[in-house]
């Protein structure tokens, strides 16, 4: 059976409320690095066409019924057809991400930049936290879980008696790292929050192939099938506005 713990007040004042203030702090700090090592590039002129070619095949896959047969074949070809549309891209042509990314240094410096802003504070703060604070339960969730919360919230504590809505110090920095979005928007502004979650995913990739974005569309612009959604809609207007006046 699990135990109630009383949670000592000053685990609150010298390991929780520190915890906390060091992790945003950690974050404004890093959001300001990044900003000053940010480097401005021009976008490349082919990427930004390719992607509004893209945006414009949706648009037409989105509004196909409520432009008529004719003009939709007519504007399906000009993507797709196999000689000269603007979504068919001829094999062999296909730009390579990883290439690309290695043949232009300040995409590849600003992805390194990027990383190492998000791995070093990283490092240097869970190390922090191993040191001074391994082994404290810090906090305690108002509500009763399930024990498969209790790796995620118990890290560092390997005690199976103790309740699963007990949180270790360990557990607490995760929880910050990965939920201060939401803070983080408050005080930098929705467009400028720290990310991590979103950082590490982008670390595994290598840059964008707008060639499978073309290819994609394409292949969903050729499965698309037309059906006129207003058919004989002015006999339709025409009988609504006459019961409106009569």
Not at 24 to 46: C, E, N, W
Not at 107 to 115: E, G, I, P, R, W
């Amino acid at each position: 059976m699990a135990e109630d713990l009383v949670l000592d007040t000053a685990i609150r004042d010298w390991v929780l409320i520190p915890l906390s203030v060091v992790m945003v702090l950690i974050g404004v700090l890093r959001y300001f690095v990044s900003k000053l090592m940010h480097s401005s590039q021009t976008p490349d002129a082919k990427i930004v066409k390719e992607g509004q070619v893209i945006v414009r095949a949706r648009s037409l896959r989105a509004g196909a019924n409520f432009i008529p047969s004719k003009a939709f074949r007519a504007r399906k070809i000009y993507f797709c057809n196999e000689e000269n549309g603007l979504l068919f891209v001829p094999k062999g042509q296909g730009q390579n991400p990883q290439a690309q990314m290695f043949s232009d240094p300040n995409m590849a410096m600003d992805m390194m930049k990027k990383n190492l802003s998000m791995i070093i504070p990283q490092t240097l703060t869970f190390a922090w936290v191993n040191f001074f604070f391994s082994g404290f339960v810090a906090a305690k969730i108002p509500f009763p879980l399930t024990q498969r919360f209790r790796s995620m919230l118990q890290n560092g504590i390997d005690l199976s008696t103790v309740d699963v809505s007990y949180v270790s110090s360990r557990s607490w920095y995760f929880l910050n790292l990965f939920g201060l979005r939401g803070l983080f928007s408050l005080i930098l502004g929705e467009e400028n929050a720290v990310d991590d979650t979103q950082r590490m995913m982008q670390m595994g990739g290598f840059g964008f192939d707008p060639s499978k974005g073309l290819s994609a569309e394409k292949d969903n612009l050729d499965i698309t099938q037309h059906d006129w959604a207003l058919p004989n809609f002015e006999h339709r207007a025409e009988a609504v506005l006459r019961k409106v006046i009569s």
